[in-house]
């Protein structure tokens, strides 16, 4: 038993789902974190300072979705 085979070889491809998973979860917090953003700028009546910066910290959740969606697809489709 080759303890670094075991720990770094590939993984087989009943893998690549956990690949969509990731890529819906993040997908689902950018919305969220869209969604809030948006709502709490109107209600508490924020200037355009406020929503540039709530985009810029959406923007990471939108990174990992599409991370995720590539590795997905390039994991499903060799």
Not at 2 to 12: A, C, G, I, R, W
């Amino acid at each position: 038993m080759n303890v670094m085979e075991d720990l770094f070889s590939p993984l087989s491809k009943k893998y690549c789902v956990w690949f969509y998973y990731l890529s819906v979860i993040s997908y689902i917090f950018f919305i969220v974190g869209v969604l809030g953003a948006i709502i709490y700028g109107v209600k508490n009546n924020k200037g355009f300072g406020y929503y540039g910066t709530a985009a810029v910290a959406s923007l990471s959740y939108f990174v990992m979705y599409f991370q995720n969606r590539l590795l997905f697809s390039m994991c499903v489709h060799p």
